[in-house]
């Protein structure tokens, strides 16, 4: 919430949105006063900010935003009364045919009969909006233009490239250099950045939306798989595998064709059938349910598994490994009874707890509701909310969590894991659904001990989100420089000359019979350029070694936090680098 100063001096909490959505028509009208035969189409808050997409002849310039940035101070001076009004569909159509707005006018065409269409005036300035705004125009204090870049109209690549314009506010100067500094300290974290110089992974035009691995990320992503492999297990749960290619039908049953076709990569076969690159991993996991007879017994049973996964992402959408083309999610589908739902959310919520803990991030829970275009009845879905109110009510305390209404799956409400960087930047990571709707349509049972067929209810979780994103998102949070248990490379052994080659490369065979990931820098170099060399490649440990290591049969120790550390037996470092993987992992 932002507290804004109005007229007469009293204040008033208003929500982030609201003043961000705001100062995006305060954007489209100083673009109008500048380029008269700009076309405005929409212009949303977001969760840092806002945009507004024009229609204009050529893309705008870095001169142009401080022009577009200095005549929005003036409109904010001005102090412009912003007003609400409404009119009848026909009228609003004529309203904007006669402002020469077509964009506009496609979207009030597309509301249905009866919509309330409104609109909000400041001076000269009409926008189509369902607010709501500001007061006035002056409200709103600090302002950033960011950066501008291409959009298509509605998100569709088959229509018209447009120039979008994104920006911040604040009612602080100060909270607007607060958030400039994070900003530049954001792009030194850039995931993709980092990925390139520690030899992680890269994106090629032949794949977009998919990354080539380099061996020290694959590395890094196979260490959290076994680590989240091994913890699965302590829990009970089972891995499997399935089918990367599905037969349309299997998505027809679940649903997905008709809610997700054009996210999918649809291929047909030598038979002439369409079958897709599956997009979840929900269908394979029913099918391994179904594939023998259940009994209350066997439940809760938990399925997981880290297939690879595809989705048709827009390419303008991508975004590193944030938003990514293939990825592997960490999916678990849990079948239960539905006395069953609150222990297992709760146990759900106690895993990521404690992995969320590992990498010392900190999480909060929010429930997502029944969307638009849900799947199902009505009364199963208002069932499956009130379980997860219930427990949400019981783990994080009655109205202690945020709801996101209509923002649930098709098939079933979710809670959303949201967790905050060492920025203060939030992020979707992991999410928890129950769903009543798939174990229908899939006519999934298990014999009670009554005797009788029962449906179970499944759960789907995952909890990191994806191993690629969660890579990009612990990239970027630790600035590459990442905790000694996951890092690609803990140790490099850098001798000062050829002499200690021998030395050296009986170093790091013991190191590798301990399980340790090391290398050696051979190079003919000076022993401070392959030091600057390790650092910046932020390796945990360097061990140097020179004549007197080699005479001693010690270790040089410098370390990537504390710098030079001193000589050390090489089995007295082994314990000190085992027993800090071991806190990490505690």
């Given at each position: 919430?932002f ?16 003043y ?55 409109i ?16 609003a ?23 309330v269409?409104?609109f ?11 607010g ?37 506010s604040?009612?602080?100067?100060s ?88 996210d999918?990569f ?19 996991a ?89 799947m ?17 009510d019981e ?20 809670i ?39 449906t179970p ?17 612990i990239?970027?949070?630790?600035a ?20 200690q ?29 392959k ?15 020179g ?21 050390m037996?090489?089995?007295e470092?082994?314990s ?11």
């Open positions: 919430m507290k804004i100063k109005l007229h007469g001096g009293k204040t008033q909490e208003v929500e982030e949105k609201m961000w959505h705001t100062t995006s028509h305060i954007m489209a009208q100083a673009v109008k006063r500048l380029f008269p035969e700009a076309k405005i189409t929409i212009g949303p808050a977001i969760d840092n900010g806002f945009y507004y997409d024009f229609d204009v002849e050529k893309p705008f310039s870095e001169e142009d935003l401080k022009l577009i940035e200095e005549e929005m101070k003036k904010i001076k001005e102090d412009l009364e912003i007003e609400r009004f409404e009119l009848p569909k026909e009228e159509i004529k309203f904007m045919k006669e402002k020469d707005e077509p964009y506009k006018v496609e979207l009030i065409e597309d509301l249905p009969e009866g919509e269409i409104s909000y005036k400041q001076g000269e300035f009409t926008d189509l909006c369902r709501p705004h500001l007061p006035t125009t002056g409200a709103v204090k600090a302002i950033k233009l960011l950066s501008s870049s291409g959009a298509y109209w509605r998100g569709d690549e088959h229509n018209k490239m447009l120039q979008r314009i994104y920006g911040i604040f009612p602080k100067a909270q607007l250099e607060e958030y400039l500094n994070m900003i530049e300290e954001a792009k030194k974290r850039d995931h993709r950045k980092l990925g390139k110089e520690l030899e992680l992974f890269f994106f090629d035009e032949t794949a977009p939306g998919m990354a080539y691995w380099m061996p020290k990320g694959f590395k890094m992503m196979n260490v959290l798989i076994d680590f989240w492999r091994k913890e699965h297990e302590k829990r009970g749960y089972l891995e499997f595998s399935g089918p990367q290619l599905n037969s349309s039908e299997l998505w027809k049953i679940s649903g997905h064709w008709d809610h997700y076709k054009e999918m649809v291929l047909t076969d030598s038979d002439g059938k369409q079958q897709a690159l599956k997009p979840m991993n929900c269908p394979n029913i099918k391994i349910y179904a594939s023998k007879l259940r009994s209350y017994k066997d439940l809760p049973l938990r399925l997981n598994d880290i297939d690879v996964i595809h989705r048709n992402e827009k390419s303008g959408q991508l975004n590193g490994l944030f938003r990514v083309r293939m990825f592997r999610q960490d999916d678990a589908h849990n079948f239960i009874t539905e006395d069953q739902i609150g222990t297992e959310i709760k146990d759900i919520v106690e895993i990521a707890k404690y992995l969320y803990g590992i990498f010392g991030l900190d999480f909060e829970l929010t429930l997502s509701t029944r969307p638009d275009d849900y199902g009845d009505i009364e199963l879905w208002n069932k499956a909310e009130n379980n997860l109110k219930e427990v949400l783990i994080c305390g009655k109205d202690q969590y945020r709801i996101n209404e209509g923002d649930g799956a098709f098939y079933g409400p979710k959303d894991i949201k967790m905050k960087d060492c920025l203060g930047r939030e992020w979707q990571m992991g999410t928890i659904q129950v769903d009543f709707q798939l174990p229908l349509r899939f006519n999934l049972s298990y014999i009670d001990s009554d005797g009788e067929k029962k209810i499944l759960i789907h979780r995952a909890l990191f989100g994806s191993f690629e994103r969660f890579i990009g998102i990239t970027e949070h630790f590459g420089a990442f905790p000694v248990w996951v890092a690609p490379v803990q140790i490099k052994v850098l001798p000062i000359s050829d002499n080659k021998e030395y050296a490369l009986s170093v790091i065979e013991k190191l590798q019979q301990e399980g340790l990931r090391v290398e050696l820098d051979d190079r003919q170099e000076k022993i401070g350029y030091i600057r060399e390790a650092q910046l490649q932020k390796i945990p440990y360097m061990l140097i070694l004549e007197k290591e080699v005479d001693s049969k010690t270790v040089g120790v410098r370390a990537r936090k504390e710098g030079d550390i001193g000589a037996k090489i089995d470092f082994i000190k680098i085992k027993n800090e993987i071991k806190n990490f992992e505690k």
